[in-house]
């Protein structure tokens, strides 16, 4: 009804904005609208453009970034890995055969920030902690984390994530 009485009378821009400014339903109105649509672009809609960007992004490109973003922790928070180089190649060999035709990266480093605990970078690196493999009762533990953290890889989740921080920041400022 409101609408209708509103719409029914032509008036000028200037008139229809003084209107619309000086009824506390119409503010009210605006302020419901305004903040349901950034609510749905910050739950939907970034969600959606990460998703969408990180499957259509370059090889190359995900490359050049790990491999920064590899660089900056190996000189802040990773360390070369303290485990031994045999226990290295059997871990690497269990490992295969969870892995099959993927070839899928696995990195050792040696980290207190981090503790135990294994991740991926965008490219599709993987970093397991000395703590993770010195905690682990058992390699299949391990071979449970690696399946774990391809299915990361295979549904790009860390590049989704850091796309839908830097969107998140980027509509905030």
């Not at 939907?44 to 490359?63: N, W």
């Not at 190649?89 to 050792?108: I, N």
């Not at 703590?131 to 860390?158: C, M, N, Q, S, Y």
Request: zero cysteines.
């Amino acid at each position: 009804v409101y609408v209708v009485k509103f719409l029914r009378k032509p008036r000028s821009f200037a008139a229809v904005l003084h209107r619309l400014e000086s009824r506390l339903r119409y503010i009210f109105l605006g302020l419901i609208i305004t903040v349901s649509a950034v609510w749905a672009l910050v739950v939907f809609g970034i969600p959606a453009l990460s998703r969408y960007v990180a499957f259509s992004l370059p090889t190359e490109t995900t490359r050049l970034l790990s491999s920064h973003a590899l660089q900056a922790l190996d000189g802040s928070v990773l360390h070369p890995t303290r485990i031994p180089e045999r226990r290295v190649k059997a871990l690497r060999r269990e490992f295969a055969t969870v892995m099959g035709q993927r070839s899928y990266p696995v990195l050792f480093r040696s980290s207190k920030a981090f503790g135990p605990n294994a991740f991926v970078l965008p490219s599709g690196d993987i970093i397991f902690t000395d703590a993770l493999v010195k905690l682990a009762d058992d390699d299949r533990e391990l071979v449970a984390v690696l399946a774990h953290e391809i299915g990361h890889i295979e549904r790009r989740h860390t590049l989704r994530q850091l796309l839908q921080n830097s969107l998140s920041a980027l509509f905030l400022s």
